[in-house]
């Protein structure tokens, strides 16, 4: 055996078999290229607002260094409650907030306080790949349940969803809005979820980080807020990133009920032992303060997804539904059904950064997706050249 | 079944029995008490230098608010490498280090590298209580081996650390030196753990973040970089939080051969995807620039020490060593050997923050750990507090 196979099959098998993100690789792939337009990730291009970033400066220049609560600043754990508040039914008080170190962190806290070593969690796909990978690296089995691509648009059967269910499993991971697919949940669909979810005694972990980019008929998609009662199993997994421009913070939280708290806060300890204060100011700002960004953020995914759409309606080689939410766009190219290099060939030969679907698990292997939170001058700047390399290799 | 224990025994086993630290515990009951002196967390008084604060608040001027490399900035990870090759022997390239949001979090992803449900990986105890609570909430099984205290101070059988190994060992976990014991291994014990470990073929995680806190003769304290090579398997574990006083921003880092960079970056992904890049700003300037500071504190922290010795040495009730390293003292307290509720009578009776020697595992159950890394009229201050209350339940 030779010295590098020695130490590397030395690691843990789910730490060896951990897979490099499909977006990451892309990014990774793209990162330098001059001129190129990045709709890889999921982030736009407004860098976090300045009145966000000054209370982070405030905060250090005050010496806010030392370590703090690991479970959140009551300060920030209020601020959310309010938050909740305005924007959703319930009575939220601060004991239900807990602030994690990004969203992802959350996913994670969410995983290690309910399933281990062989426990299942049933996962709607396409989604977002961190999630079963997160899961894997516990030792837990993602079971996924693609959704289909129709005349509809992207459908998930509910009754596919719940036959999924065995006698390990622990949860049913829900993402909506979703990312990639921008599927959204009717309350109907949210209300059969919970009750089967309920009845068989398991878990949802709900994932609304995209709640409020909606492009229906209310100002918010629909909820497990609306429905949820207080004995329900539920863990709320958010994020400061999308909605205040946040992304490369790291900063997130879970909610959940105040009596789970104890396990939250121990588990946080345990992974990164909180967050910087002078954070957590910026994240109490944003949410006190950013309404309006928000707000803006939302109207100018908006009209990126109707820049979206008029381009890609324009070849019949491209089949796509504009999302219900989110700020993202799946889309097929004829003939290019096989993504698993296309990521890779639209940043050389289009200068654009995409996803190729393979990335997100059963369901959208032959689409890719774009981030469609970004200006509009670059948007249609991506788009012509996206459908100009379409129209070249025809 | 109430509701409340319906949510609470629905969680995983491993989260629900994972313990609130005996620091935190101590931190969150006395955190609020007006003139309290904490001595409990392991931290000092400074706050993070200007200079360092300065270069994060010039990154988020610059609008560096988004996602970053998940391996960490590439000035950070090629400072890293200037620093390690600076201070130690040995050729260290870049690709060795992946920045972390915490030494925490260095510690989380080593184990999920290497340890899962039911491996068990050594610890010398008194110990660090995050190590052994992580890996258990990772479903992996400490084993502790006690030091001794005695005439010599406290002392490691590294024959009993060899005895504990099992066919389910994969690592042990060194801490050198210590918290809270400030045990320091000689390069011989270092030699003979490391020559031990490649026999059995098992991993050493070395967490040699009080490295530079050393009071013999030389500037360091004994290293494994003195002595690994290419192929062993270990895996360093480090903070900005100590050398820099940045313990409340959450940032390390792990170093390890570059051949297993891939999965460190890999497990970084998919705990919190790294770390906000203004903070690694902050994190290169400490590096290249903070020499001066590190030193000053290491003086702090030795004057601290010195207090310490001179005020325990008046009474012949008190058990204590002068630790070799790190910023710690363990003493214990003649007629109070059931520490489990001292930490808070200290609180109400002293105003000074201790944590109670059952926090650190076997081995020192009836000792208490004060941080000396504090300004030294403070600790003069907080050492009359002590010994007053020592002196008045005589």
Chains 1, 2 share one sequence.
């Not at 190129?36 to 905060?59: H, K, M, N, V, Y």
Request: aromatic share 12%.
């Amino acid at each position: 055996m030779n010295q590098s196979n020695k130490q590397f099959s030395a690691l843990r098998g789910a730490a060896r078999n951990s897979p490099e993100s499909g977006i990451v690789e892309v990014i990774n792939y793209g990162r330098e290229r001059e001129g190129l337009i990045p709709l890889w990730a999921g982030e736009g291009d407004l860098p976090t607002p300045q009145f966000i970033c000054d209370a982070a400066t405030r905060s250090l220049a005050a010496g806010e260094t030392f370590y703090t609560w690991q479970r959140g600043i009551p300060e920030l754990r209020q601020a959310l409650a309010d938050y909740h508040n305005r924007h959703y039914p319930g009575n939220f008080t601060d004991e239900r907030f807990y602030v994690t170190g990004s969203g992802m962190q959350a996913i994670q806290v969410a995983i290690q306080s309910i399933a281990g070593e062989g426990d299942e969690i049933i996962v709607p796909t396409p989604a977002w790949p961190n999630f079963t990978a997160a899961l894997e690296l516990n030792g837990g089995v993602p079971v996924c349940v693609p959704m289909r691509f129709g005349n509809k648009g992207w459908q998930l059967d509910l009754e596919e969803l719940f036959d999924a269910v065995t006698d390990k499993t622990r949860a049913i991971f829900f993402n909506s809005p979703s990312n990639p697919a921008g599927w959204t949940a009717s309350l109907d669909e949210l209300k059969a979820v919970l009750d089967f979810a309920r009845e068989k005694g398991i878990w949802i972990i709900s994932d609304e980080v995209y709640n409020r980019f909606y492009y229906g008929d209310s100002e918010y998609a629909p909820s497990f807020y609306e429905i949820v009662e207080d004995d329900d199993l539920i863990l709320f997994v958010n994020t400061f990133s999308k909605n205040w421009a946040m992304t490369g913070w790291r900063i997130g939280w879970i909610s959940c009920h105040p009596r789970l708290g104890g396990v939250m806060e121990n588990i946080i300890h345990y992974n990164t032992s909180g967050v910087a204060a002078f954070m957590q100011r910026a994240a109490v700002t944003a949410v006190e303060e950013g309404e309006e960004f928000v707000r803006y953020q939302i109207a100018r995914a908006r009209e990126g997804r109707e820049i979206v759409r008029e381009a890609l309606s324009k070849s019949p080689r491209i089949r796509f539904a504009p999302p219900d939410g989110a700020f993202y766009q799946l889309f097929q190219i004829e003939g290019f059904e096989d993504t698993s290099k296309l990521g890779l060939q639209l940043v050389d030969e289009a200068n654009i950064g995409v996803v190729p679907g393979h990335a997100f698990g059963p369901g959208a292997e032959q689409f890719n997706r774009l981030c469609f939170a970004r200006d509009a001058d670059q948007m249609r700047e991506a788009m012509r050249r996206l459908m100009d390399w379409v129209a070249k290799i025809s």
